[in-house]
């Protein structure tokens, strides 16, 4: 048997799996802890769906099942120690449910499974189990390859869904759907065309998701408005807050309000200068470097304190360990973590900011502004605006390049594919992959500039919303009518939910690169391709002839 095996993001080794350490950098105990944590959650999700029909109080047993889930996404939390928390925590909430079950009588299906009996207490134990309970322990391919990505779909979903929750958001149908599916995913007897209908209905909650996220943004925070976001740097001591988390930012601003220390965004932070709430404070200075991947050297040059609030964390250098922070869901060993604060009372970043003012003001990696904040409500405002230019021809094409950006050299293709779009295209995106084309200098056309940046991945429901508008407005009644085209680089599990929902609102031809994923088997792919047209990538020639011939 191979150390570990893990393929659910696009960098897999050698496109098949990693399997001695992963290409993000966890271990293989690392791996393995991760795995059990998805398979503790199944054992919770069995009894789940018998206590929530029974009138069970759910909100604790939603929480774990979305907090842990968000842990196991690439990239989050390297802590081996942390992993074992929850695994420990994940079999008392199991056990809990099973009793207050147990005491009423209900009969639970699947209650004789593996998952909902095993238990373990030492570390040792519980690492030995988590060798047993990986994905090659589903023997058959197509089974295996629908069930990861069912898992890489909630995955993606309870990320967003966690993200609506922290500011008081929640939807009882998502939390429902997410331990159903878990439960499934351990029931032999449901054969590809049910998996593949879970696969399917997991789509239609990933659009409650995200549109669960998008109403709490807006209402917390307002809704984004078009914005120039200063690139270069002051001169005071600053904090580099990354990841995706809207909620730490606001406490963050607020407790360094008044301190003297500048606070930068990062990667997937950038679109936060959007929103109009966080407007108002002074030291919210501006965004300080590149996509997610870049950070070891980013991190460095930048001199202050480091938060990371969500997944996308690369293995930390020991040169700038010393003044990085995790909290929420991330987390690494050696790293200053900071948790939640008590009775729902904001996080203390103290430590944080102490950290700052012990350190220099950043290095200046380049100068400038970039301008964001296209979300839906902000182009419609502009609607009439762009519909005049579709129907003059003045734009011919919209392309959707959203997603995610990483290390692999092919993702230049990106780069080459938005400076070889022409004049009269535009693209919409969402997500760090806009890292790789949006500080070219693409023009305008009309005053529309031809980058629109909707926000973070988490806000890739605006993509959605401005599609089916625009095919509201043109009367259509297909959205594959649309001048659209979808060419959409992915990375992690909450682009798999970004898929899925594309797919449950109808877009067919839906191009993904820069590899197709691992974990879909011949046949899956072969299922994807068919019914919906799911394509890879060629060369930026290729694909631009084909794109623009439709």
């Not at 960098?11 to 290409?23: N, P």
């Not at 779909?153 to 997410?178: I, P, Q, R, S, T």
């Not at 878990?182 to 065309?193: F, K, P, R």
């Not at 259509?476 to 909450?494: F, G, H, M, T, V």
Request: aromatic share 8%; net charge negative; proline share 4%.
């Amino acid at each position: 048997m191979s150390e570990m095996f893990c393929f659910q993001c696009q960098e897999a080794a050698k496109g098949t799996g990693c399997t001695i350490q992963g290409v993000c950098g966890k271990t293989s105990e690392t791996a393995a802890l991760q795995d059990l944590i998805v398979y503790t959650l199944k054992g919770i999700a069995i009894f789940a769906a018998p206590a929530r029909e029974r009138g069970m109080e759910m909100a604790p047993v939603d929480k774990r099942i979305r907090e842990d889930l968000f842990a196991t996404i690439t990239n989050a939390n390297f802590d081996d120690a942390a992993l074992l928390d929850r695994i420990r925590a994940g079999l008392a909430c199991r056990d809990e449910l099973k009793r207050w079950l147990a005491e009423r009588e209900i009969p639970v299906s699947l209650a004789s499974h593996d998952a909902a009996l095993w238990t373990a207490d030492s570390a040792e134990a519980l690492a030995a189990k988590a060798r047993t309970v990986g994905v090659l322990a589903t023997g058959n391919e197509d089974i295996r390859s629908l069930r990861e990505l069912l898992t890489y779909g909630l995955k993606g979903m309870a990320a967003y869904a966690e993200h609506a929750a922290v500011l008081g958001a929640y939807d009882a149908g998502v939390n429902a759907f997410m331990e159903k599916a878990l439960a499934a995913t351990l029931d032999d007897s449901l054969g590809a065309e049910e998996l593949t209908a879970l696969v399917l209905e997991c789509g239609k909650f990933g659009v409650d998701a995200m549109a669960l996220l998008d109403s709490a943004n807006t209402s917390a925070y307002g809704n984004p408005e078009i914005t120039s976001v200063k690139l270069g740097v002051g001169t005071r001591p600053g904090i580099l807050i990354s990841g995706h988390d809207l909620k730490d930012l606001e406490e963050l601003l607020k407790q360094t309000e008044g301190t003297g220390v500048d606070v930068y965004t990062h990667s997937e932070m950038l679109p936060a200068h959007y929103y109009p709430a966080f407007k108002k404070y002074s030291h919210f200075v501006g965004n300080y470097g590149n996509a997610w991947w870049k950070q070891t050297e980013e991190f460095e040059s930048f001199n202050g304190a480091i938060l990371m609030t969500t997944n996308c964390l690369v293995p930390p250098k020991e040169s700038y360990a010393s003044r990085m922070f995790t909290t929420g869901n991330t987390g690494y060993p050696g790293l200053t973590h900071i948790p939640d604060g008590k009775d729902g009372a904001p996080k203390d970043f103290s430590a944080v900011i102490a950290c700052a003012k012990a350190c220099p003001p950043p290095v200046e990696l380049e100068t400038g502004e970039i301008v964001g904040g296209f979300a839906h409500a902000a182009v419609m405002q502009v609607a009439d605006q762009v519909v005049e230019a579709v129907k003059s021809g003045a734009i011919k094409r919209f392309f959707v390049m959203a997603g995610c950006d990483g290390r692999m050299k092919s993702r230049s293709y990106y780069t080459d594919f938005a400076a070889a779009l022409p004049q009269d295209a535009v693209i919409l995106t969402a997500g760090c992959a806009k890292y790789k084309y949006n500080k070219l200098d693409l023009g305008a056309i009309g005053g529309i500039p031809r980058v629109l940046d909707a926000g973070q991945c988490n806000d890739s429901y605006s993509l959605a919303v401005i599609a089916l508008k625009l095919k509201e407005v043109f009367g259509l009644d297909d959205i594959n009518d649309l001048p659209i085209s979808y060419n959409i680089a992915w990375y992690e599990q909450k682009a798999v939910i970004v898929l899925l929902a594309l797919l449950h609102l109808g877009v067919k031809n839906i191009h993904l690169g820069p590899t197709l994923p691992a974990f879909l088997s011949p046949n899956v792919a072969k299922l994807l391709v068919e019914t919906f047209g799911i394509g890879g990538i060629g060369t930026v020639e290729e694909d631009l002839h084909a794109f623009m011939a439709v």
